[in-house]
């Protein structure tokens, strides 16, 4: 892979996935989005993996699409390059992903941060969707995830002047879970990653699954896809293992069975 860099087992059960554009501030062309899917997809399959980290270097997450890539198309271009399936398709991966941000995080980069499921920003990170100074608008769900993070009206303000947010606010606002000093935010991701992936990888995602059917369905439906996953727990060995460590007063040994 040109663009990108992963090491499936930078800690033990954890992944990582490193952008790698640095002259370009991992601007996300084509080429990386489609290594970065293919590369979840492996690791999604990778038994010895249980949590994902993402991350690209302490100047920058990602500034953004790769503006020379669409500069001169028409929407039909666009239409038939259907960039968007990559993007359903990461979205789609089944273990948990952790954002490991700092520098610039803006259009598609913070878009990308947002499709992962928990972002540790170091102190210099800034998050945005700049796109309407080029006369466009977000495309890869920045209009919907931000919207759902941060609220209407601070979502609405970012979009329509393109203003960022620094990390300090975002945490906040909620849009992400901490802010560490910028020679700890691997670290700090590692860390959570690390916890995450102690855990039953079953529960793990059957729980991640029913968190995001919280934001694509009414409240009903929404516990009662919960429930169902909770049920199906107990179908699984690592149910039996966690709750006889429990009694026992000794720490689980999880198989992902």
Known sequence: MEFILVTSQAQPNVALIQLNRPKELNALNLQLMGELRDALKQLDEDE????????????????????????GKTAIDMLNIDQFSTWDQIRKTKKPIIAAVSGFALGGGCELAMTCDMIIASETAMFGQPEIKIGVMPGAGGTQRLTKAIGKAKAMEMVLTGKFMPAEEAEKQGLINRVVPVELYLEEAFKLAGEIAQMSPVAIKLAKESVNRAFETQL???????????????????????????????RPEFKGK
């Open 48 to 71: 010895n993996v249980r949590a994902i980290v993402i991350t690209g270097n302490e100047r920058a997450f990602a500034a953004g699409a790769d503006i020379k890539q669409m500069a």
């Open 220 to 250: 009903d439906e929404g516990l009662h896809f919960e429930r169902k996953n909770f049920y199906l727990c107990f179908a699984s060995e690592d149910q039996t293992e966690g709750m006889n460590a429990f009694v026992e007063k000794r």
